[in-house]
């Protein structure tokens, strides 16, 4: 045990670290921390276990969970077009880009070339979250029409990434149906099981949340995807519902 805390506190120094120089030097600590992990792991390198890369998994699955929830679905009927076509630009651009120049110009082979313009077309929502947060643009319709742009443009890698060397096993249609229903019955059930749950103390609302999106990423691993994006789409589903809970301005004022 007493290598598993020598560990965390290793990691948990880092993520220190990244917050004090975040806060001197006025940026984002989510672009902070990753200078900090490239700094960390060319120089003392911090071991990576299983534990590191589940905890670091379910923060990103959570991230975009809640990057999904702040698109209501008045933001998606203002925005469909122009996320549609930044996304779709977005993906298309750095892949196509990066396929060519890595086969034509560099001389890589095939797969290699596309492998290259899967990884250098794909963005992080997480991260663009965490900033869009820091900086209060989640709020706006700006930060909005980003975070779901954002969405297409990992749409377009994850579909990307499947077509090219996902292999279209048993579990990857079961992982399609299940994301299907799931999005299909949550909207339905949530609001119910919240009311009935009544923000109780022990937080049982978070819990289930938690339930939902570990099982959706178990399948989608499990089916060739990733856990990120059933994650994105129920936070989208579900961002109506959240919204109608929130408390209302004292004086019967109406939330923007």
């Known amino acids: 045990m007493e290598q598993l805390w020598w560990e965390a506190s290793v990691w948990?120094?880092?993520?220190?670290?990244?917050?004090?120089?975040?806060?001197?030097?006025?940026?984002?600590v989510a672009l902070v921390e990753l200078i900090v992990g490239i700094l960390a792991g060319n120089t003392i390198q911090p071991k990576i276990t299983e534990w590191v890369n589940f905890l670091a998994s379910f923060g990103a699955v959570i991230l975009t969970f809640l990057a999904g929830a702040e698109l209501e679905s008045r933001t998606l009927k203002r925005f469909w077009k122009e996320s549609l076509v930044l996304g779709f630009i977005g993906f298309l651009a750095p892949f196509g880009l990066a396929w060519l120049?890595?086969?034509?110009?560099?001389?890589?082979?095939?797969?290699?070339?596309?492998?290259?313009?899967?990884?250098?077309?794909?963005?992080?929502?997480?991260?663009?979250?965490?900033?869009?947060v820091e900086s209060g643009l989640n709020a706006t319709p700006i930060?909005?029409?980003?975070?779901?742009?954002?969405?297409?443009?990992?749409?377009?890698?994850?579909?990307?990434?499947?077509?090219?060397?996902?292999?279209?096993?048993?579990?990857?249609?079961?992982?399609?149906?299940?994301?299907?229903?799931?999005?299909?019955?949550?909207?339905?059930?949530?609001?119910?099981?919240?009311?009935?749950?009544?923000?109780?103390?022990?937080e049982p609302e978070v819990k289930y949340i938690y339930l939902v999106l570990i099982l959706l990423a178990y399948i989608a691993v499990r089916g060739g995807s990733e856990g990120v994006l059933?994650?994105?789409?129920?936070?989208?589903?579900?961002?109506?519902?959240?919204?109608?809970?929130?408390?209302?301005?004292?004086?019967?004022?109406?939330?923007?």
Not at 103 to 132: E, K, N
Not at 192 to 199: E, G, M, S
């Open 230 to 256: 059933p994650a994105y789409l129920v936070g989208m589903v579900l961002a109506d519902t959240f919204l109608s809970e929130l408390p209302r301005p004292k004086g019967g004022a109406s939330g923007t």
């Open 101 to 132: 120049v890595g086969q034509f110009v560099l001389g890589w082979d095939l797969r290699a070339a596309q492998i290259a313009g899967i990884a250098l077309s794909t963005t992080s929502v997480a991260v663009v979250y965490a900033v869009m």
């Open 12 to 28: 948990v120094a880092l993520a220190l670290a990244s917050s004090l120089i975040s806060l001197r030097i006025g940026i984002s």
């Open 143 to 202: 930060g909005k029409l980003i975070l779901a742009a954002c969405f297409v443009n990992d749409l377009g890698t994850v579909i990307a990434l499947g077509l090219l060397f996902t292999s279209f096993g048993p579990w990857f249609w079961v992982f399609l149906a299940v994301t299907f229903i799931a999005l299909f019955i949550l909207p339905k059930v949530t609001p119910y099981y919240l009311a009935k749950v009544n923000a109780h103390s022990s």
